[in-house]
C-alpha cells in the first residue's frame, strides 16, 4: 500500500508545476449577465491600468489598499497608479510590478486567481472596458430589450395585484 506524506503546501507547489506551462487563457467563460469570448492577445494593457476589487467593491483609497495587501498577498503584485491618485471620488487604478519592457508577464505561471479569471463580466457591470488590443469580447445574455419586457411585464403585474387588493379592502 501506498501511503502520501505530503504537505499541503508541497501538494500545491506540485499541482502549480504541472500546471506552469499553460497555454493563454482562451475560451468561452459564461457569468451571470455575459458570456465571454475570445483569447488573451498578450498586450498586457490590463496589467497596466487595472481597476481591482476586494469583496466585490472598488478599492478606494492607498490606505485601505495597503490594508488589503497585509489581508491578502495576491495583492502584493500591484501599486497604485500614483498619477490618477487626485481622481478622489474615482477608485483607484493599479499596474502589475512583474510586467517588463516587452509586455511579459515575470510571474505568468504563478499568477494570483484574480489575474487567471481576468477579465470577468464584473469588468463591465463595474464600468469598465477592454483595450482595444484585447482578443476578449463579451456578449449580454439578454437583449436589453427583453429585460426591459420583463420589468414592464412585472410592473404591470404588480399593478392588477395592487389594484385588487384595493378592490378587496373596498369591500370589506
Same mark, same amino acid.
Request: glycine share 4%; charged share 25%.
Given at each position: 500500500?501506498?501511503?502520501?506524506?505530503?504537505?499541503?503546501?508541497?501538494?500545491?507547489?506540485?499541482?502549480?508545476?504541472?500546471?506552469?506551462?499553460?497555454?493563454?487563457?482562451?475560451?468561452?467563460?459564461?457569468? !451571470?449577465?455575459?458570456?465571454?469570448?475570445?483569447?488573451?492577445?498578450?498586450?498586457?494593457?490590463?496589467?497596466?491600468?487595472?481597476?481591482?476589487?476586494?469583496? !466585490?467593491?472598488?478599492?478606494?483609497?492607498? +490606505?485601505?489598499?495597503?490594508?488589503?495587501?497585509?489581508?491578502? +498577498?495576491?495583492?502584493?503584485?500591484?501599486?497604485?497608479?500614483?498619477?490618477?491618485?487626485?481622481?478622489?471620488?474615482?477608485?483607484?487604478?493599479?499596474?502589475?510590478?512583474?510586467?517588463?519592457?516587452?509586455?511579459?508577464?515575470?510571474?505568468?505561471?504563478?499568477?494570483?486567481?484574480?489575474?487567471?479569471?481576468?477579465?470577468?463580466?464584473?469588468?463591465?457591470?463595474?464600468?469598465?472596458?477592454?483595450? !482595444?488590443?484585447?482578443?476578449?469580447?463579451?456578449?449580454?445574455?439578454?437583449?436589453?430589450?427583453?429585460?426591459?419586457? !420583463?420589468?414592464?411585464?412585472?410592473?404591470?403585474?404588480?399593478?392588477?395585484?395592487?389594484? +385588487?387588493?384595493?378592490?378587496?379592502?373596498?369591500?370589506?
Amino acid at each position: 500500500m501506498y501511503r502520501m506524506n505530503a504537505t499541503v503546501t508541497q501538494v500545491i507547489n506540485a499541482l502549480k508545476l504541472f500546471f506552469k506551462h499553460e497555454p493563454p487563457q482562451s475560451g468561452t467563460v459564461k457569468g !451571470k449577465y455575459y458570456t465571454r469570448t475570445g483569447q488573451c492577445h498578450q498586450c498586457a494593457d490590463c496589467c497596466k491600468d487595472i481597476s481591482l476589487l476586494y469583496r !466585490k467593491a472598488p478599492i478606494l483609497s492607498i +490606505s485601505q489598499f495597503r490594508d488589503i495587501q497585509q489581508r491578502d +498577498s495576491d495583492y502584493q503584485i500591484f501599486e497604485p497608479l500614483t498619477h490618477l491618485a487626485y481622481l478622489a471620488d474615482e477608485p483607484l487604478r493599479f499596474r502589475c510590478i512583474h510586467i517588463d519592457e516587452n509586455n511579459q508577464c515575470g510571474i505568468y505561471s504563478n499568477r494570483p486567481t484574480l489575474c487567471r479569471m481576468y477579465p470577468s463580466e464584473n469588468t463591465l457591470l463595474l464600468g469598465g472596458e477592454l483595450s !482595444k488590443q484585447c482578443g476578449y469580447q463579451f456578449e449580454a445574455l439578454q437583449k436589453f430589450e427583453s429585460v426591459l419586457k !420583463k420589468t414592464r411585464r412585472t410592473q404591470q403585474f404588480k399593478d392588477r395585484i395592487k389594484k +385588487s387588493l384595493k378592490r378587496l379592502m373596498a369591500m370589506r
